[in-house]
């Protein structure tokens, strides 16, 4: 009878498991959907007053500028938080603490390092890169969206973990976060510069600026979860 007892109760620990593991993914899900529906929003709210700022020229030069960060962003970043994601996923799952930690030790470090090297590559050779997309005004821009690179690395390893313990949230208002800084200071340097006469590669370097400055108060805000989870 008390064995009978025993596997009844770890049938129903068993299922309340599972039904808590289902309840926290579509609650994730849930998070995640409104978070990128918010953060389109204001995508749409940031690139329709852009273009009345900016002049076609200096759009040019952002649009150059973005295509090499997001270039740099595969090379440096690919699958690698999604595979970090299910490894930390996989060992939480079998009460590994150890190796979650060293997991994230090892991947924090791979993407610093992976995040410094392109967030350099951009910084010193802006004018070559700019020549190879054939729009040599666009290296302020270039300039002023490296450091992106650099804090964009470390961020999403950090949001892999916290998705492989199916922790949202970090992840979604990071991107808000991310998409605020670009809509409010991209916007108001963009309307400051053009308002002193800047030229137009300036212009877009400072519409483009608040890429940057997102990624380092989003990689800031990930960080202070991390600490405290």
């Given at each position: 009878m008390p064995c009978r007892w025993s596997s009844a109760?770890?049938?129903?620990?068993?299922m309340a498991r599972s039904l808590s593991r289902k309840?926290?993914?579509?609650?994730?899900?849930?998070?995640l959907t409104a978070g990128i529906v918010i953060v389109k929003l204001i995508g749409a709210l940031y690139k329709i007053p852009l273009g009345n700022i900016i002049s076609d020229?200096?759009?040019?030069?952002?649009?150059?500028?973005?295509?090499?960060?997001?270039?740099?962003?595969?090379?440096?970043?690919g699958g690698l938080p999604v595979a970090l994601s299910?490894?930390?996923?996989?060992?939480?799952?079998?009460?590994?603490?150890?190796?979650v930690k060293k997991i994230l030790r090892v991947a924090l470090?791979?993407?610093?390092?992976?995040?410094?090297?392109?967030?350099?590559?951009?910084?010193?050779?802006?004018?070559?890169?700019?020549?190879?997309?054939?729009?040599?005004?666009?290296?302020?821009?270039?300039?002023?969206?490296?450091?992106?690179?650099?804090?964009?690395?470390?961020?999403?390893?950090l949001r892999g973990y916290f998705q492989g313990h199916s922790l949202m949230?970090?992840?979604?208002?990071?991107?808000?976060?991310?998409?605020?800084?670009?809509?409010?200071?991209?916007?108001?340097l963009a309307s400051i510069l053009v308002s002193r006469g800047a030229e137009d590669s300036y212009a877009a370097a400072?519409?483009?600026?608040?890429?940057?400055?997102g990624c380092a108060l989003a990689a800031v805000y990930v960080f202070f979860c991390y600490r405290s989870h």
């Open positions: 109760v770890r049938k129903v620990e068993s309840n926290s993914f579509f609650g994730g899900a849930a998070i020229a200096a759009f040019a030069d952002f649009n150059t500028a973005y295509y090499i960060y997001s270039l740099l962003i595969i090379i440096s970043t299910k490894m930390v996923s996989e060992a939480n799952a079998l009460g590994r603490g150890n190796q470090g791979a993407f610093c390092v992976l995040g410094l090297l392109c967030c350099l590559i951009m910084v010193v050779f802006p004018d070559e890169l700019a020549a190879w997309m054939k729009n040599s005004h666009s290296a302020p821009s270039i300039l002023a969206l490296a450091p992106a690179l650099f804090f964009l690395c470390p961020l999403s390893a949230t970090p992840t979604a208002v990071s991107q808000i976060i991310e998409a605020l800084c670009k809509l409010v200071i991209g916007l108001a400072g519409a483009i600026f608040g890429v940057s400055v």
